[in-house]
């Protein structure tokens, strides 16, 4: 017991960064164009962060400066995807694959342009943890949920919310699912299907900047080749196993997030010291293939997802 | 003809936007590219323009450097000849390296059977990982790209896990050194190259690119293969196995793969190795098989110019630039072949206008 409730809030700040990117990219899958490149913009939002963090420091807003400039890098890096997919109807695998190469050179090559190093120098603080007065004390559920939590999962658990009430509650929602399922419908009801898709990928660039940030930021010391270290795919992969749904992501991020601390304490728990920590770290990518053949033959996904949008096409 | 013209002129185009736009970008934070240029060159040719020195040395790793991803590039380019984006090089190589690992370690033969022993289970373990994502693609239509991310990671763990625990590291990085007979080292090869780490890996790596060829362009199953990458409904309709060649195509493509984990495994390196990453062996094959548009020739020749930036990248670091020039030039010319259908689009449209011809 005790050993769960030190496990849960690093289960927390694991699920933290998983859960925003997979909400990145179920905004633009559900717009109809695959993100595979979540990964590098993660990685470039990470840079940014930790870039502006540690040359804002040691003011107390460094790591909210850092957080917005971590959005601004993801928003204008994910930009070349949307422009390459939607303008100019560019294979969407491939120029994901494209953008996390990318990514890996350019944040590098600028470490070693500002910082004369492959990484970026390591900030004080990052991000400061919060308590909420009186809730902190509550007997268990204080402990788990509301004393020294980093201000980020909160907002993890916003951005569920928000999701869920803009894709399936507002006109802008439905427009864009429109156009993951059916764009040639979608345009002949009016609905501008190129904006969407830009909207969606744009989306997509902020959240996956701002996960890259947090997790830079809450789970590092410094931005470097491997800070994210496969996160971006392990967000892909709790996109599909929360069957692109927003309720479902919060699930799938909880459990991927969970699995990854049990990696850490299962040398303690008795019935898991036997299996050793690289199964946990399998663990979601062979949940997910698992999955997909369990949704497979039903409808979960968005249906135009990965195609061009091809105007004369019916 | 004028598909082929224009699997020359792409290419070839995007290369250059790409090494463009790394000289920009190098120019840009204040570097000068043509310190990046000389130590492409040096990587290739030996020959230090500067300091007009020869040293075949780094001949031999630019050939170490080309090999494997011209492997990945097979792979890669195989899968895409079926309409399958195969994702998955990295795991199979790693699939391969655990066996060539295996192999090495365990298997006691004469030096000529064992390598080849080590290269074949490569070969099969690759192939075992490339048949999961094509057997789930046949039989429940599961998007390979997904589930070939999704093995890469596996493999990766697999790979770490194995070390330790199979193959019993010491340190928990590397295996025990391998025996010589399950090596592709050669002495001989090294002391012509000034002590590069060049071994007998291009023997396997050549071949396999002739039988890339051969087999896609010279038989019937090859055909029935670029049939079904054509249009998938109307080589079903001309009643060819459409399932059965999905799941082929990415056995091939996966011990083309896991070959190469092999040459890397016993060729380049003498041990097995837990990574704390996967290596990009496969994001190059990508980029190895698009510019090489899927033909062998062209892969070849593709595998080369990628294997020069991967080579030039210690060279470069010496000389002041930051080696991840090499992956944002790669990332461009990738990016930029991507882009091919809106290129030729503002091509045709800037260009003169024939009459009669379709848009």
Redesign the interface.
Known sequence: MTILLTMLPIALIYATPIIIAALGGLFSERSGVVNIALEGIMMVGGFAAAAVTVVLEPSPMAGCWGILAGVAAGLLFSSLHAFACVHLKADQVVSGTALNILAGGITVYLCQIFFDQQRTNAFATGIAKLSVPGLARLPVLGALLFRDVYPTTYAALLLVALTWFVVARTPFGLRLRACGEHPQAAASMGIDVVRMRYAGVLISGALAGLAGGTMVLTQDIQYSLTSVHGTGFIALACLIFGKWKPAGVLGAGLFFGLSQATSIYAKDIPLLQAVPQDFFYMLPYVLTVAALVVFSGRSVGPRAAGEAYDPGKR | MARRGSAILLPAAAILAGFALGAL?LVA??KGPLAMFQAMLQSVTGINSQAGTFNPRYIGEFIVQAMPIMLTGLSVGFAFRTGL?N?GAEGQLMAGSIAATAVALWVKAPPGAHVALALLAAMAAGGLWGA?PGW?KAR????E???T???N??AL??N??AV??LFQSADRIKTAPFPASAMLKSPALSALTHGSRLNWGFGPVLLSLVVYWFIIEKTAFGYSLRAVGFNKDGAEYAGMKVKRNIVLSMVIAGAFAGLAGAVITVGTFSFGRAL??AE?YG?DG??VA?VGANAAIGIFLSGLLFGMLKAAQTLMQTQGI?K?????I???I??F???????THVIRKLGPSRPGEER
Do not use: C, D, R
Not at chain 2, 140 to 143: C, S
Not at chain 2, 337 to 343: E, L, P, R
């Open positions: 970008v934070t204040g984006f994702i999961v789930l429940f239509n599961v998007h790209v997904v589930v991310i999704m093995m990671y596996i763990f697999l770490n896990w330790v625990a704390p990453a990009g994001f990508i980029a698009l930051p991840e020039i090499a992956s944002i790669q990332a461009s990738v990016l072949i991507a882009m091919k259908y809106g290129i």
